[in-house]
């Protein structure tokens, strides 16, 4: 059973930068498609980006795009998500999720598995 846990959120000004990492026990993330999440109080759940099996493909939300990098080691079985130019408007609690497929998509409902999840603030 794959299990994943996310890790690096924090409070950080506008402007700033935080790297979000994803680790995966339990089974080979080479075999997982994986996305991040978000989900701000009051806000319904956005997909963020996400990334194929063999990191060659990526999809990013338009909110993020230039701002936000995904990108994968699957020797060390992690995810990460490099985030610049960090606005107030990405406070929100950050999930990772994989999917036993090759595509990804920011669509939760293929996603079967999820990390509890990593809380971003943006604040001055």
């Known amino acids: 059973q794959l299990q994943l846990v996310e890790s690096g959120g924090g409070l950080v000004q506008p402007g700033g930068s935080l790297r979000l990492s994803c680790a995966a026990s339990?089974?080979?993330?080479?075999?997982?498609?994986i996305s991040w999440f978000r989900q701000a109080p009051g806000k319904e759940r956005e997909g963020v980006s996400c990334i194929g099996r063999n990191g060659g493909s990526t999809l990013y939300a338009d909110s993020v795009k230039g701002r936000f990098t995904i990108s994968r080691d699957n020797t060390k079985n992690m995810v990460y998500l490099q985030m610049n130019n960090l606005k107030p408007e990405d406070t929100a609690e950050y999930y990772c999720?994989?999917?036993?497929?090759?595509?990804?998509?920011?669509?939760?409902?293929?996603?079967?598995?999820w990390g509890q999840g990593t809380q971003v603030s943006v604040s001055s």
């Open positions: 339990g089974d080979t993330l080479e075999y997982y498609a």
């Open positions: 999720a994989a999917a036993l497929r090759d595509w990804c998509a920011t669509t939760a409902t293929i996603y079967s598995y």
